[in-house]
């Protein structure tokens, strides 16, 4: 679709390249590949991502209240699956720690190594 044509062709999508801090809200892209892209300080609410590629997507600031996040894949963690819907993320500046929060329950993980990952429920 457009927005990946745009995106492999380095167009830039964060608020300091627009004047319209609005312009992508509600954009429904689903299955475009946004690898990569510098989304920051973008008001993405409402938007529609369903199974975008989102691997090493730049995301600091931006608004993604209402977003459908259904299957995106951001190419950290592939196929993690929870008893319960996810209600919020979040993964430290560093990338060591993956907070995930669930209807009822906390689960973190802790990077032990490059490729090992320990859980804990909170």
């Known amino acids: ?3 990946t044509v745009l995106n492999k062709g380095s167009f830039l999508f964060s608020v300091k390249a ?10 429904k892209v689903p299955y475009a590949d946004l690898s990569m892209a510098n ?6 609410t409402g938007a529609d ?9 730049k995301l600091s600031g ?13 190419g950290l963690f592939p196929k993690l699956k929870f ?3 996810i209600r919020c993320i979040s993964l430290a500046q560093d990338g060591s720690v993956l907070a ?7 689960c973190i993980m802790k990077r ?3 490729r090992k990952w320990e859980w804990q429920r909170v």
Not at 18 to 27: N, R, S
Not at 62 to 74: E, I, R, Y
Not at 100 to 106: G, Q
């Open 1 to 3: 679709n457009a927005i």
């Open 100 to 106: 995930v929060a669930l209807a009822s329950t906390v």
């Open 112 to 114: 032990q190594t490059d």
């Open 39 to 44: 989304l920051w300080g973008v008001d993405l």
């Open 83 to 85: 008893e319960s819907e």
């Open 18 to 27: 627009h004047d319209d801090p609005t312009l992508f809200q509600g954009i």
């Open 49 to 57: 991502f369903r199974n975008c590629n989102m691997a090493g997507v």
């Open 62 to 74: 931006a608004n993604l209240t209402g977003c459908d996040m259904t299957d995106v894949k951001f």
